[in-house]
Protein backbone atom coordinates (compact mmCIF):
# COMPACT_ATOMS: atom_id res chain seq x y z
CA UNK A 1 0.00 0.00 0.00
CA UNK A 2 1.13 3.47 -1.01
CA UNK A 3 2.02 5.96 1.88
CA UNK A 4 0.39 9.23 0.90
CA UNK A 5 2.11 11.67 3.09
CA UNK A 6 -0.29 14.60 1.86
CA UNK A 7 -3.33 13.05 2.48
CA UNK A 8 -2.78 11.57 5.77
CA UNK A 9 -5.80 13.55 7.55
CA UNK A 10 -8.44 12.01 4.88
CA UNK A 11 -10.45 9.51 5.07
CA UNK A 12 -9.12 5.92 3.56
CA UNK A 13 -11.88 5.78 1.06
CA UNK A 14 -10.40 8.92 -0.20
CA UNK A 15 -6.99 7.64 -0.31
CA UNK A 16 -8.18 4.50 -1.94
CA UNK A 17 -9.03 6.39 -4.87
CA UNK A 18 -6.09 8.04 -4.99
CA UNK A 19 -3.93 4.95 -5.37
CA UNK A 20 -6.67 3.19 -7.72
CA UNK A 21 -5.70 6.19 -9.74
CA UNK A 22 -1.60 6.11 -9.31
CA UNK A 23 -1.70 2.01 -9.86
CA UNK A 24 -3.90 3.10 -13.07
CA UNK A 25 -1.36 5.83 -14.08
CA UNK A 26 -4.28 8.26 -14.54
CA UNK A 27 -3.39 10.39 -11.52
CA UNK A 28 -1.91 13.24 -13.98
CA UNK A 29 -4.61 12.83 -16.46
CA UNK A 30 -7.36 13.48 -13.76
CA UNK A 31 -5.11 16.95 -12.03
CA UNK A 32 -5.36 17.86 -16.18
CA UNK A 33 -8.82 17.28 -16.77
CA UNK A 34 -9.20 19.65 -13.45
CA UNK A 35 -7.09 22.15 -13.85
CA UNK A 36 -6.05 22.77 -17.35
CA UNK A 37 -4.92 25.78 -16.97
CA UNK A 38 -1.90 27.66 -15.82
CA UNK A 39 -1.77 31.11 -14.12
CA UNK A 40 -0.04 34.20 -15.68
CA UNK A 41 1.53 35.57 -12.18
CA UNK A 42 5.32 34.47 -12.84
CA UNK A 43 6.77 37.46 -11.39
CA UNK A 44 7.26 38.65 -7.92
CA UNK A 45 5.40 42.07 -8.55
CA UNK A 46 2.57 40.81 -10.58
CA UNK A 47 2.20 37.90 -7.25
CA UNK A 48 2.18 41.53 -5.18
CA UNK A 49 -0.13 43.01 -7.22
CA UNK A 50 -2.18 39.69 -7.25
CA UNK A 51 -2.48 39.31 -3.07
CA UNK A 52 -3.13 42.79 -3.21
CA UNK A 53 -6.23 42.63 -5.37
CA UNK A 54 -7.31 39.62 -2.86
CA UNK A 55 -6.49 41.42 -0.18
CA UNK A 56 -8.42 44.78 -0.93
CA UNK A 57 -12.01 42.42 -2.03
CA UNK A 58 -11.88 40.52 1.31
CA UNK A 59 -9.68 41.93 3.78
CA UNK A 60 -9.19 45.74 3.75
CA UNK A 61 -9.06 46.12 7.42
CA UNK A 62 -6.10 43.72 7.57
CA UNK A 63 -2.43 45.41 8.32
CA UNK A 64 -0.22 46.66 4.96
CA UNK A 65 1.97 43.72 3.22
CA UNK A 66 5.26 45.30 3.10
CA UNK A 67 6.53 42.00 0.40
CA UNK A 68 5.07 39.34 -1.26
CA UNK A 69 7.30 37.53 -3.13
CA UNK A 70 7.56 33.74 -4.58
CA UNK A 71 10.41 31.92 -2.79
CA UNK A 72 12.79 29.28 -3.67
CA UNK A 73 13.59 28.34 -0.37
CA UNK A 74 10.48 27.78 0.18
CA UNK A 75 10.11 23.54 -0.34
CA UNK A 76 7.96 20.24 1.22
CA UNK A 77 10.78 19.79 2.96
CA UNK A 78 10.15 22.31 5.09
CA UNK A 79 6.14 20.90 4.83
CA UNK A 80 5.77 25.06 3.49
CA UNK A 81 3.68 25.81 0.28
CA UNK A 82 3.37 29.44 1.54
CA UNK A 83 4.71 31.43 4.92
CA UNK A 84 3.70 34.90 6.12
CA UNK A 85 5.77 36.67 8.71
CA UNK A 86 5.83 39.66 10.43
CA UNK A 87 8.91 41.54 11.30
CA UNK A 88 9.75 43.54 13.80
CA UNK A 89 12.57 45.74 14.40
CA UNK A 90 13.16 48.59 16.58
CA UNK A 91 13.82 51.97 14.69
CA UNK A 92 15.12 54.72 16.74
CA UNK A 93 12.14 54.79 19.95
CA UNK A 94 9.72 52.79 17.60
CA UNK A 95 8.14 49.45 16.97
CA UNK A 96 8.24 48.98 13.45
CA UNK A 97 6.84 45.84 12.17
CA UNK A 98 6.73 44.75 8.31
CA UNK A 99 4.02 42.24 7.08
CA UNK A 100 5.43 39.72 4.49
CA UNK A 101 4.07 36.64 2.31
CA UNK A 102 6.55 33.76 0.53
CA UNK A 103 4.65 31.51 -1.79
CA UNK A 104 6.69 28.51 -2.62
CA UNK A 105 8.19 28.98 -6.40
CA UNK A 106 6.65 25.19 -7.11
CA UNK A 107 3.03 27.40 -7.56
CA UNK A 108 4.51 29.67 -10.77
CA UNK A 109 3.53 26.60 -12.96
CA UNK A 110 0.41 25.62 -10.84
CA UNK A 111 -3.17 26.03 -11.72
CA UNK A 112 -4.62 29.54 -11.36
CA UNK A 113 -6.75 27.84 -8.39
CA UNK A 114 -4.07 26.35 -6.40
CA UNK A 115 -2.39 29.85 -6.51
CA UNK A 116 -5.35 31.55 -4.74
CA UNK A 117 -5.95 28.87 -2.39
CA UNK A 118 -2.40 29.28 -1.15
CA UNK A 119 -2.40 33.14 -1.59
CA UNK A 120 -6.25 32.89 0.60
CA UNK A 121 -4.78 30.68 3.19
CA UNK A 122 -1.77 33.25 3.84
CA UNK A 123 -3.85 36.04 4.00
CA UNK A 124 -6.11 34.25 5.95
CA UNK A 125 -3.16 34.06 8.65
CA UNK A 126 -3.69 38.24 8.90
CA UNK A 127 -7.07 37.86 11.09
CA UNK A 128 -6.44 34.23 12.43
CA UNK A 129 -2.88 33.30 13.57
CA UNK A 130 -4.62 29.39 14.25
CA UNK A 131 -5.48 26.80 11.96
CA UNK A 132 -8.93 26.78 13.75
CA UNK A 133 -12.72 26.67 12.97
CA UNK A 134 -12.26 30.91 12.10
CA UNK A 135 -9.46 30.48 10.16
CA UNK A 136 -11.44 27.88 7.40
CA UNK A 137 -14.46 29.79 7.81
CA UNK A 138 -12.47 32.60 6.88
CA UNK A 139 -10.74 30.74 4.12
CA UNK A 140 -14.03 29.88 2.69
CA UNK A 141 -15.43 32.98 2.78
CA UNK A 142 -12.59 34.32 0.52
CA UNK A 143 -12.35 30.86 -1.94
CA UNK A 144 -15.70 28.98 -2.08
CA UNK A 145 -14.72 25.42 -2.38
CA UNK A 146 -11.23 26.08 -0.68
CA UNK A 147 -11.66 22.59 1.23
CA UNK A 148 -12.43 21.38 -2.38
CA UNK A 149 -8.62 23.03 -3.52
CA UNK A 150 -6.77 21.90 -0.47
CA UNK A 151 -7.83 18.37 -1.36
CA UNK A 152 -6.79 18.65 -4.96
CA UNK A 153 -3.87 20.54 -3.97
CA UNK A 154 -2.73 17.92 -1.92
CA UNK A 155 -3.05 15.24 -4.50
CA UNK A 156 -1.40 17.84 -7.15
CA UNK A 157 1.56 17.58 -4.46
CA UNK A 158 1.25 13.49 -4.74
CA UNK A 159 1.57 13.50 -8.23
CA UNK A 160 4.56 15.31 -8.25
CA UNK A 161 5.97 13.38 -6.10
CA UNK A 162 6.04 10.43 -8.24
CA UNK A 163 8.91 8.63 -9.98
CA UNK A 164 8.96 8.99 -13.45
CA UNK A 165 8.24 6.21 -15.31
Not at 16 to 24: F, H, S, Y
Not at 140 to 154: K, S
Request: glycine fraction near 4%.
Amino acid sequence: MTALKYLQAYPPTLQDQVRQLIAQKRLGDYLQERYPERHAVQSDKALYSYVQALKQQHLRNAPNLDKVLFDNRLDLTHRALGLHTAVSRVQGGKLKAKKEIRIASLFKDAAPQFLSMIVVHELAHLKEAEHNKAFYQLCEHMQPGYHQLEFDLRVYLTWRDLPID
